[in-house]
T-cell receptor, first 116, second 114 residues
Framework: AQTVTQSQPEMSVQEAETVTLSCTYDTSESDYYLFWYKQPPSRQMILVIRQEAYKQQNATENRFSVNFQKAAKSFSLKISDSQLGDAAMYFCAYRRRSSNTGKLIFGQGTTLQVKP | KAGVTQTPRYLIKTRGQQVTLSCSPISGHRSVSWYQQTPGQGLQFLFEYFSETQRNKGNFPGRFSGRQFSNSRSEMNVSTLELGDSALYLC?????????????FGPGTRLTVT
């Protein structure tokens, strides 16, 4: 069975600084997707960034980038130039590519605090 | 396009009762998934529906059930409620074929069981 682990329950960063959130996963499959989702206090979950396992290039979305290490089964999220609006709970998630399932397996989440 | 909508947003029930939660996906999305979010267990997958058929199911007891209608709207039902069923229930929809497409989440239904 696949598992996702986020070892940092809470992180804090100074506004305008850079922070990295860690995520490791375990799977025996070679083809899958990895995601980072953000859940602000309003509770609406939104996608931050996605990575397809067959792509070696790390995904980037504006201030958000990932460090995808497939052999190490590691998928960290880097937030550059942190803003107050980045404060939220961040979830790392895994999804199988095969069978076209939408089932996401989530980590426990990391609460990010941004200090002004 | 309107986003994923869930009704009701808040619900208080008593142990032993049953509850039905509703989810309307984004127009054109045919796949709907349900998740339970609790502080202790985190986000756990309940089930996924596509074209009125359950495509995948998580490790939840039979008290949890769902269905999908021809217009892709979905409902989930929890019978004989227990205190541990108190949670935020999230619904997510995505288009098909999905590929790497993201799932769009609704605001959730906060269920409190007393």
């Amino acid at each position: 069975a696949q598992t996702v682990t986020q070892s940092q329950p809470e992180m804090s960063v100074q506004e305008a600084e850079t922070v990295t959130l860690s995520c490791t996963y375990d799977t025996s499959e070679s083809d899958y997707y990895l995601f980072w989702y953000k859940q602000p206090p309003s509770r609406q979950m939104i996608l931050v960034i996605r990575q397809e396992a067959y792509k070696q290039q790390n995904a980037t979305e504006n201030r958000f980038s990932v460090n995808f290490q497939k052999a190490a089964k590691s998928f960290s999220l880097k937030i550059s130039d942190s803003q107050l609006g980045d404060a939220a709970m961040y979830f790392c998630a895994y999804r199988r590519r095969s069978s076209n399932t939408g089932k996401l397996i989530f980590g426990q989440g990391t609460t990010l605090q941004v200090k002004p | 396009k309107a986003g994923v909508t869930q009704t009701p947003r808040y619900l208080i029930k008593t142990r032993g009762q049953q509850v039905t939660l509703s989810c309307s996906p984004i127009s054109g999305h045919r796949s709907v998934s349900w998740y339970q979010q609790t502080p202790g267990q985190g986000l756990q997958f309940l089930f996924e529906y596509f074209s009125e058929t359950q495509r995948n199911k998580g490790n939840f007891p039979g008290r949890f059930s769902g269905r999908q209608f021809s217009n892709s709207r979905s409902e989930m039902n929890v019978s004989t409620l227990e205190l541990g069923d108190s949670a935020l229930y999230l619904c997510a929809s995505r288009p098909e074929p999905a590929g790497s497409s993201e799932q769009y989440f609704g605001p959730g239904t906060r269920l409190t069981v007393t």
